[in-house]
C-alpha cells in the first residue's frame, strides 16, 4: 500500500463521518421545517342542543368566534367572508358502520358596505353566487358586533327530515363549522392557506335517542 493510497482512504473515510455527522445535526432542524406549527382555532361551539319532532331532527348552537386581526382587516377593506355549518345526520349501526342518512349546509356570506357604513349577512342552503342571490336570506346591521352575533346562533336548524329516521334507532349528529378559504378573492386564497391567521373551524358532535313512543 502507497502513503498516497493511505491518505485517500483516510480522507474519504473522514470525509464520509462529516457529511454523516452534518446530516444528523441537520435533521431535526429540517424536520421542524415539514412539520407545520398547530394553529389553535378561533372557533368553539359553546353550547349544542338537538330536538327531534314529527318533521325531523331540529338542531341549536351557540358559537365563540373570535375574528383574527387579518380577517377583520380584509372584511374592513370590503372583502367578503363566507362562513359555512355543516351537519352530518348518521344512524347507529351496531352490526356496521354507522349510515349517513343526511347531510345538510348553511353558508353565512359576511361583507361590509363603505358606502353606507353597515354590514350585510347572507344566508343560504349553498354556495352564494350572483343567480342564487334571490334565495338567501338577507339581513342588515349597523356594526360588526351585531352582525356576528346573529351569525354565532343558529336556532331550530332542521338538519335532518322525519323520513330518513329511524324512530327505533339512535342517530349522531356531527356539527362543523369554519371559515371557506375556498370562497375568498384568489389573492386572498393564496396568502390564507396554511397561515393561522386564518383559522377558524370548530366541530361538536352529538347523540339524539329513539323517538318518544306516542
Do not use: N
Not at 421545517?33 to 351557540?62: K, N, W
Amino acid at each position: 500500500m502507497t502513503t498516497t493510497d493511505s491518505f485517500t482512504r483516510c480522507w474519504k473515510s473522514a470525509g464520509v463521518r462529516r457529511l454523516l455527522l452534518l446530516w444528523l445535526l441537520a435533521l431535526p432542524l429540517g424536520w421542524l421545517q415539514l412539520v407545520p406549527a398547530r394553529a389553535e382555532s378561533a372557533a368553539e361551539i359553546t353550547q349544542m342542543r338537538l330536538e327531534r319532532d314529527a318533521e325531523g331532527i331540529l338542531l341549536y348552537a351557540t358559537l365563540r368566534v373570535d375574528l383574527p386581526p387579518a380577517v377583520e382587516e380584509a372584511l374592513m377593506k370590503g372583502v367578503p367572508m363566507v362562513f359555512v355549518a355543516e351537519a352530518e345526520v348518521m344512524r347507529h349501526r351496531w352490526y356496521w358502520s354507522d349510515k349517513v342518512v343526511a347531510s345538510v349546509q348553511r353558508h353565512m356570506r359576511l361583507a361590509y358596505q363603505p358606502l353606507t357604513r353597515r354590514w350585510r349577512l347572507h344566508i343560504a342552503s349553498g354556495p352564494i353566487t350572483a343567480s342564487s342571490a334571490g334565495m338567501t336570506l338577507s339581513q342588515s346591521f349597523d356594526t360588526l358586533a351585531e352582525a356576528m352575533a346573529a351569525l354565532r346562533r343558529l336556532s331550530g336548524w332542521k338538519v335532518a327530515d322525519a323520513s330518513v329516521l329511524d324512530s327505533g334507532a339512535t342517530h349522531k349528529v356531527e356539527f362543523r363549522f369554519s371559515l371557506d378559504l375556498e370562497q375568498l378573492p384568489r389573492p386572498f386564497q393564496i396568502g390564507a392557506f396554511g397561515q393561522s391567521d386564518w383559522t377558524i373551524a370548530a366541530r361538536a358532535t352529538q347523540q339524539i335517542g329513539p323517538e318518544a313512543p306516542k
